[in-house]
């Protein structure tokens, strides 16, 4: 049942009759390697980029948790997610030492709770209030660089005096721009898969330079 | 057969990302596993095709399973639909799992081939009736332990968990799964059996769970096909949750727990 | 490899599909499987196509309707036909012909014949027609027997007086024995049936590797079962290793099912001979009831003629099922002889070698008699 006046060659997706998936198969074959040819590219090309950065800001991590501060992660959708991962990689890591890490997204009654009574632009500002302490390390996740809920918890901890860290896609949105994200590591793609894989990374060159960089448990 | 390409990372799991920075462009993937997620992601738009839900279970790295869940149901390209997909907790489990899943749905686990809990739910997949998805990384499950197994086998489950591998593998799922829609002719199930198979003839032996036990012998079964009652005087050892195999309404064998394949 | 795309674990299918190749190196070997459900999942799966050349599987006598021979068949239609019985069989039995049709056919002239899935819904139809005589026409393996079994200690219980089994059961492992003894067959191992080894274990396979020096691998259902045991065939082949190995873990343990095989010897006797269709009469290849379980035994309650038919002259099923000649080969394949209008045994049941042929394969033939015409 193609569609009917030889239109069929303008819109395929009309065509129900489509039987042998052999050939799209194939397709979807090639273009996962192509996918995954990009991402590894934007990967490798961020991470050198970034190696300076990264290296500093691990350093200054590393320095804080040796002082008792506290890693508190943030994200919307998906990167509430990877910031989840990020949480998960410096508490609980597959080697060296366990770290206090928390994500801000993961308390489903406070959430719950700012979003309905407030507004979902405080969810993470008002946890930062009531919670942050100078010494601790926000680490926040948006592809746009836009979340305004991000944005707002940057400043508040920024004015606590927080190291504050920012993993960004596309130009980096205002997290770029804002004085508040001390750090912002922007990955240039406009594919929100292809950032947050290579935010993947990142977050665990991260994690790498800072096990590096600690200083060894116990008295000297 | 194989678009994959060789540029695997030589200096093992911890240098991975060292390496990749001294080889950009490289494609990333391991040989095959590019055709294995085109079988996958068709797979997955048959079910989502004739109204089947995609539970996502990664028992020790829950954020996974977050994400595939959100990505289905709220995309991020313009103009794709929503799919119906839940992440099940880690607290859930295999149990929550049971009893939310039908017949005609598909289960994406994210974990290591020696996870429990993920063994034991992809063990009792058949009889649930789910098509399964496994994605993971180290030494690969035993064959045919999922209907499609994406692979990093020469990686560290758990930096592969961190390092964007599975993020990418469940990406690409995620893309391809909407490319097929494109193909509705594709979206029928495909017609193999032309016929009804025979119990005896066949040797028939049906791979179903104890729901509960019942008198003189008799247990209630789930199969794919829906409940059923089974004459288990046969066998030892049966209990709710039992995997075993019913062949003319008697259980012949219980299989090893969540063995996995 | 387009039928891989289908199959369960596509990429565990096709590195063994690769390793078969390499471990086969061009050379020739010709395997049997024994079971009726392996020759199913082969043809209904293509597997045959995924296969070197050289890489043969023979299709054994594996499906327990299919070598019913003609004359009880007419015993069990002579039975179905008796004032009062209630007849009831697993559905490919239906359409199996005796020399005067098939129990389909006494159905349409009246019987009471009836398709059960389990012998214990024939003893639930005994139960609730207390006024009728329920007769279960007992077919299969010994994955089979084991619910017969449990059906008659059921039944005597429960002091079920109008229930009765006519009994047809045979075993697996004397047709293989016969096969290893026929002087026309070159065979280099087998694949051992999967769920007839759920109750017997490994063990009665061990003659066919230490006495006739073949491999057998137990396997399972699922294409890629099917492939995995070829591999651990051909590793064997090449290691110059006849062994008994097991494919099939998941299900099948070295023993068996010791509850399974001790309720199959209180209930079952071994017949001195039985005939099987195509192969003749083989010694203690069959299952008769126990002279504890007479009363429940058909062919003592009901008088049956017990005529031995010969087989239809034009059919072949005898050298298909031993592995001598293709389905396609025989003389009446797909002409006189269709799962439509059967003549052989053969092409009754699905999992029959020349209806399995015939359902899936015939799109194949050209290929097929290509590859015959080398073999």
Redesign the interface.
């Known amino acids: 049942m193609s569609a009917p006046g030889g239109t069929g060659f303008l819109y395929p997706f009309l065509d129900a009759a489509e039987r042998d ?2 050939p799209l ?1 194939e397709d979807l074959a090639r273009s996962a390697e192509a996918k995954a040819a990009e991402s590894a590219a934007l990967r490798a090309n961020v991470l050198a980029a970034s190696e300076d950065e990264l290296s500093a800001v691990g350093l200054a991590m590393a320095t804080r948790f040796d002082a008792g501060g506290r890693l508190l992660a943030m994200g919307n959708g998906g990167s509430s997610t990877d910031a989840a991962s990020l949480v998960t990689l410096f508490g609980d890591p597959p080697a060296g030492r366990p770290l206090p890490a928390r994500s801000l997204a993961d308390d489903l009654a406070v959430l719950t709770a700012l979003g309905n009574d407030v507004g979902f632009e405080v969810v993470f500002l008002r946890q930062v209030i009531a919670q942050v302490e100078p010494s601790d390390m926000v680490v926040g996740f948006s592809t746009s660089g836009g979340s305004k809920n991000l944005l707002l918890a940057f400043d508040e901890a920024c004015e606590r005096g927080c190291l504050t860290v920012g993993l960004a896609g596309y130009q980096g949105g205002q997290m770029a721009v804002s004085p508040s994200v001390q750090h912002c590591f922007v990955v240039p793609s406009q594919s929100i898969h292809r950032i947050q894989e290579t935010q993947a990374a990142l977050s665990w060159r991260l994690w790498e330079v800072v096990q590096a960089a600690l200083r060894p448990l116990g008295p000297s | ?1 194989s678009v994959g390409t060789a540029a695997q990372s030589a200096a093992g799991p911890a240098g991975a990302l060292d390496a990749e920075r001294g080889a950009a462009g490289a494609g990333g993937l391991p040989p ?1 596993f590019g ?2 997620v085109a ?1 996958a992601a068709l797979a997955l738009a048959r079910r989502f095709a004739h109204g089947g839900t995609l539970w996502c279970f990664a028992p020790a790295w829950p954020a996974h399973a977050h994400h595939v869940a959100v990505e289905f149901v709220h995309p991020v390209v313009v103009g794709t639909r929503a799919l119906p997909a839940v992440a099940v907790s880690a607290e859930a489990g295999v149990a929550g799992l049971r009893t939310l899943c039908r017949a005609g749905d598909a289960l994406v686990v994210v974990a290591s081939s020696e996870e429990p809990a993920a063994r034991r739910a992809l063990a009792r997949a058949p009889a649930w009736g789910l098509t399964t998805i496994w994605i993971g990384a180290g030494p ?1 499950p035993a ?7 994406l ?1 990093w086998e020469g990686e560290v489950p758990s930096q592969a968990a961190h390092t964007g591998r599975f993020v990418l593998s469940y990406h690409l799922l995620w893309e391809l799964t909407h490319v097929c829609f494109e193909h509705p002719g594709l979206l029928e199930e ?1 017609q ?14 049906r791979l179903v769970e104890v729901l509960r036990l019942g008198e003189g012998g008799a247990v209630l079964v789930r199969a794919a096909t829906g409940l059923e009652w089974a ?1 288990a ?4 050892g049966v209990s709710p949750g039992s995997l075993v ?1 019913v ?4 259980v ?2 219980v ?2 727990e969540g ?1 996995g ?1 | ?2 039928f891989v ?2 199959y ?7 590195a ?1 599909v690769r390793r078969i190749a390499t471990l086969s190196n061009g050379k020739r070997f010709a395997f049997m499987e024994v ?3 392996h020759t ?1 999942t082969i043809y ?2 293509g597997i045959e196509h995924l296969l070197p050349d050289g890489v043969e599987l023979v299709h054994g006598p ?5 070598v019913i021979p003609m004359g009880r068949i007419d015993d069990a239609i002579a039975v179905a036909e008796q004032p009062g019985v209630l007849f009831t069989t ?3 039995m239906m359409r199996v012909p005796g020399s005067s049709g098939s129990l389909l056919d006494a159905k349409a002239r009246g019987a009471d014949v009836r398709f059960v ?5 024939a003893l639930r139809l005994a139960v609730d027609n207390p006024g009728r005589e329920v007769v279960f026409f007992a ?3 010994e ?2 027997a ?2 017969t079994a ?1 059906t008659l200690r059921r039944a005597k219980a429960e002091g079920v007086s109008n229930f009765s089994v006519f009994c047809n059961h045979v075993t697996i492992v004397p047709p293989i024995k016969a096969i290893l003894d026929s002087p026309d067959l070159r065979l280099d191992g087998f694949l051992g ?4 080894s ?2 017997i274990g490994q063990r009665p396979y061990r003659f066919v590797a230490e006495q006739y020096g073949k491999p057998l691998v137990t396997a399972g ?2 294409p ?2 099917i492939l ?1 045991a070829v591999e651990m065939l051909l590793v064997q082949c090449a290691a110059g290793r006849a062994d008994v190995e097991n494919q099939y ?5 070295e023993e068996g ?1 010791p ?2 095989l001790a ?1 199959m010897a209180e209930v079952f006797a071994l017949r001195p001979h039985f005939e099987w269709r195509g192969l003749g009469f083989i010694s203690q290849s069959a299952l008769r009831l126990a002279d504890a379980y007479a009363d429940f035994d058909a062919e003592r309650r009901f008088a049956v003629p017990g005529v031995r038919v010969a087989d239809p002259k034009a059919c072949q099923c005898g050298e298909v099922l031993k592995g001598v000649i293709k389905p396609w080969q025989c003389k009446v394949f797909g002409t006189a002889c269709t ?1 439509e209008t059967p003549i052989g045994t053969c092409m009754v ?4 070698a020349c209806a399995a042929y015939y ?2 394969g015939r799109l194949h033939r050209e290929a097929a008699l290509s590859v015959g015409a080398r073999a």
């Open positions: 998936a052999g198969l | 057969m095959g055709v294995d079988g690969r064959p045919g332990a999922a209907d499609h197994v692979w495909p193999v059996c032309s016929g009804p198979a025979c119990v005896t003839c066949g040797d028939e032996g004459d005087s046969l066998v030892e195999l062949h003319a309404g008697s012949l064998t299989l090893a063995s394949e | 490899m387009r795309d289908e369960r674990d596509p990429a565990a299918a096709r063994l079971c009726g459900g199913h209904r799966h594996g499906c327990p309707v299919c697993f559905g490919d899935y389990s012998p214990l819904d077919v299969g393996f994955t089979t084991p619910s449990v049936p999967g769920h007839v759920t109750v259902f699922e890629l079962d995995q873990t998941r299900c099948v343990v099912n509850r399974a309720i799962p049941s699905s999992e029959g359902n899936f």
